[in-house]
Nanobody, 115 residues
């Protein structure tokens, strides 16, 4: 199973970005997918989850600004990030969890938000 994340970049506060993560090598539709982020000097933290059935859950910091979605036909999970803040600056990682609770990680994509 391989996960390829993309879509990061350098933006101004208040801007938007959409991250994508393409999964290959397994049954994407059965995966629970999530986005994590890790800022310099901090632990990796959960941003959002979307279950195989479509249920979503967000960290408090992401609620109301970020939207996680999935396209099972494209084996892709997205993270739409609006109203970005400097504190959203981090490397963002996608993770897939299969039926057997095995976790698979993407390589990370850098998001930098300047004030």
């Amino acid at each position: 199973v391989q996960l390829q994340a993309s879509g990061g970049g350098s933006v101004q506060a208040g801007d938007s970005l959409r991250l994508s993560c393409v999964v290959s090598g397994s049954s994407f539709s059965s995966f629970d997918m999530s986005w994590y982020r890790q800022a310099p000097g901090k632990q990796r933290e959960l941003v959002a989850i979307i279950a195989s059935g479509g249920y979503t859950q967000y960290a408090n910091s992401a609620q109301g600004r970020f939207t996680i979605s999935r396209d099972d036909d494209k084996n892709t999970v997205y993270l739409q990030m609006n109203s970005l803040k400097p504190e959203d600056t981090a490397v963002y990682y996608c993770k897939g969890r299969d039926w057997y609770q095995n976790d698979y990680w993407g390589q990370g994509t850098q998001v930098t938000v300047s004030s």
